[in-house]
Each structure stands twice: as C-alpha cells, then as structure tokens.
C-alpha cells in the first residue's frame, strides 16, 4: 500500500492550504484539447478546476477508494462531471493517449522506489499522444528543512509529527490519531534519469508554481516534460 486510508479523512484539512499550484495545472490544461489525466487525483482538489476551466472532462486515477469518494462527492456538488477510475498509477493504461498527463501535490513521492517510479514514467510515456505532455512536482530535500522539524509536533494544517529517515530519503508525517502520509523524496537528477528511461523529454523545470527559474534554493520541482 502506497497510501493509508485513514489519512484520507483528513484530507481536505491537510490540503486546503495548497491552492498556489491550481493555476498551474489549468493554464496547461487549457493548453491542450485532447484527453486530460490527472495521476492520483485523491478529492479532486485540482481535477475539479481544471474540469471546469476546460469545460472538460478529466480522467482521475487513485488506488484509494476513500479518495475517489471524496471526489465523486466534491465534482457532483460542484456539477462536474469526472471520469474517477481506481487504479494504480503505477499500471497506468488509458483507451484514448492523454494529451496531458499531471500529478500535482507531490502525488508521485508516495512510491516508495525508484523501480516504482520507472514503471509510472515508461506507463506514462505510453499513454500520452507523441506531443503529449506529463507535468508534476515534488519538494526538493532541503537539510535545512529537515533538521529544523524532524521529531518535532505541529498544530497546522492538522496536529502532527515529523519524522525524516535520511538513509531512506522517507519523511512520515504521522498524524496525532495515528494515520500516516509517507513520502520519499527523491533529486533532480533522479527525476532527469526517470524521463531519460521512460524516452521523455524535459521541457521545463521551474523553482514554483508562476514559472520561476529553477535556482540552487528552490524548494519545488515543478517539471512539465513531452513525449
Ligand atoms: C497528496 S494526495 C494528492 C491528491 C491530489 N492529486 C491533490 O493534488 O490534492 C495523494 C494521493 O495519491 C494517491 N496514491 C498514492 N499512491 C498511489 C498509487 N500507487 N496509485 C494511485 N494513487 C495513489 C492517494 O490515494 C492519494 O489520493
């Protein structure tokens, strides 16, 4: 399991405060006119704008059945009309190559290894039409970051603990009711190595969400790469 359920409940409160990435996500989805797939879609947080700013319908693929729920709920309160499938996105297989492929909110470092990202990339490549695009992002390990809250609790978004297993490159973020989000980062140069196999090509790396350049500080990967 790449994902614990019971984090799932506590969805909504743990993300209401990432909105910078919306824009993001719907400016290059307003880019294209062919099939939109959102990767580990969870409450359709982004699904649903894009949805709405396209007049389209997306594909969201989640393996977590609470997850789809939610965003089954979310989209008919927001008169969207999603195309919500469980699935791993690790066996990624779409009837129609997407032309956009995207995975916000750091979706992608659940996968614990780096076999597991590969199989996601080489899936992604053969799902996308030949100009398709794949876009997603994902924190950039700062040891600075890391030092300052490993082991210590926080009261925001939702009461929790975190935890860093440098060895692992994995940060737990453990909920004071025990549910448990785990992440495990991964570089730059691992994220160039998985278009690299996959046969994609980097378009652009940005340090943000409005197109930043990508500086030695940035905390954010935002990668957009095309087939
Ligand atoms: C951080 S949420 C992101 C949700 C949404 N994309 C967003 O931006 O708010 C992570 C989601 O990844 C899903 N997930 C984790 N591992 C997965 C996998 N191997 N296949 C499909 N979905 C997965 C979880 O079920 C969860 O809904």
Not at 19 to 43: K, Q, S
Not at 170 to 195: F, M
Not at 206 to 216: L, Q
Request: proline share 4%.
């Amino acid at each position: 399991m790449t994902w614990d359920e019971a984090f799932g409940y506590r969805y909504d409160d743990w993300s209401a405060h990432m909105t910078a990435d919306i824009a993001f996500y719907v400016d290059l989805a307003r880019e294209v006119d062919g099939p939109l797939v959102e990767l580990a879609v969870g409450n359709g947080r982004v699904a649903i704008p894009v949805a709405q700013a396209t007049d389209r319908q997306v594909v969201g693929l989640d393996s977590s059945p609470a997850m789809l729920e939610q965003a089954r709920a979310r989209a008919t309160a927001a008169g969207v009309n999603l195309d919500l499938r469980e699935g791993d996105i690790r066996d990624l297989a779409l009837d129609e190559p997407a032309a956009l492929i995207y995975c916000p909110f750091r979706a992608l470092l659940h996968l614990p290894t780096w076999a597991d990202r590969r199989r996601t990339f080489e899936r992604v490549a053969a799902s996308l039409r030949p100009d398709g695009r794949f876009a997603w992002n994902a924190f950039a390990f700062d040891h600075r970051v890391a030092t300052r809250l490993d082991g210590q609790h926080q009261d925001e978004p939702v009461p929790h603990t975190v935890h860093y297993s440098v060895g692992d490159n994995r940060v737990d973020l453990v909920l004071d009711d025990g549910a448990r989000s785990t992440l495990w980062w991964a570089t730059k140069n691992e994220w160039l190595g998985l278009l690299d196999v996959a046969g994609l090509k980097l378009e652009a790396l940005y340090g943000g969400f409005s197109g930043e350049p990508f500086a030695d500080d940035a905390g954010e990967y935002v990668f957009i790469a095309r087939r």
